[in-house]
């Protein structure tokens, strides 16, 4: 993986580097989304089926990392985790 600087000084994963290794995994009434070891949730998509996602730590490690999706693509990915 390769990682720039977006335009708000965060760092953000190059595209066309991003992670083969992804999967929407159903958890409940809705879905989870695995990514190597991490794990993210999301509240929100629009009509143009864009959805962002939050690491699964973001509450309990202030981790501040989020994925935007187009359907079920990844669409990009901000910031670094504070955790392992
Ligand atoms: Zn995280």
């Not at 993210?40 to 690491?55: L, P």
Request: net charge positive.
């Amino acid at each position: 993986m390769r990682f720039t600087t977006s335009r708000y000084g965060q760092p953000v994963l190059e595209m066309g580097y991003l992670p083969s290794e992804y999967e929407l995994v159903p958890r409940g009434a809705s879905y989870v989304l695995r990514l190597g070891k991490h794990t993210f949730s999301t509240n929100y998509a629009n009509a143009a089926g864009m959805s962002i996602w939050y690491c699964s730590k973001r509450r309990r490690q202030k981790c501040k990392v989020r994925i935007r999706m187009i359907n079920s693509d990844i669409l990009d990915i901000q910031g670094l985790h504070t955790h392992n």
